[in-house]
């Protein structure tokens, strides 16, 4: 019989302060290029300002609380890949994407080529990715598993 497991590789973790990135609003036209830098178009699309915070107190804050937590979830993936021996990973080739359904707070990962940079394949190998915020800091926590064929014998 074969079964099929899944291993922990790497864990990654990684802790940011809100207030860097409220200091360094998206909507400011001498931060665009640093935005466009680390994030990619779809995590700029996602994390800036929603159409229901614009023109409201907390537009900037809310703003700033989701580019933190993904900033957080794309050093905690690079952390991850690289203590299980993967260099060579970028933060800007680390995209966060939508929320896995159903589960507050995991998010989907996926490695993209950025500036002419493929970043590297991984076959058989999972990233799972959550991330929490709070007014003050976010903090993000990327397991890398990896799936495993398991040979068993069946004892009759």
């Known amino acids: 019989m074969v079964t099929s497991e899944t291993g922990l590789v790497a864990v990654g973790l990684d802790v940011e302060a809100v207030a860097h990135f409220r200091e360094r609003p998206c909507t400011d036209p001498e931060n665009e290029a640093w935005y466009r830098l680390i994030f990619t178009p779809a995590e700029i699309e996602r994390c800036g300002a929603k159409s229901e915070d614009k023109g409201t107190a907390r537009q900037s804050e809310r703003t700033a609380q989701r580019f933190t937590a993904c900033f957080a979830g794309k050093e905690a993936t690079v952390k991850a890949l690289s203590s299980s021996g993967i260099a060579g990973v970028r933060v800007p080739q680390v995209e966060i994407t939508d929320r896995e359904s ?18 590297p394949e991984l076959p ?25 064929d398991m040979t068993t014998v069946d004892p009759e």
């Open 102 to 119: 159903g589960n507050t707070g995991d998010y989907r990962v996926r490695l993209v080529s950025r500036r002419g940079e493929t970043p």
């Open 124 to 148: 058989g190998m999972t990233l799972r990715l959550s991330i929490t915020a709070t007014s003050d800091v976010a903090m993000a926590t990327c397991f890398l598993s990896r799936e495993i």
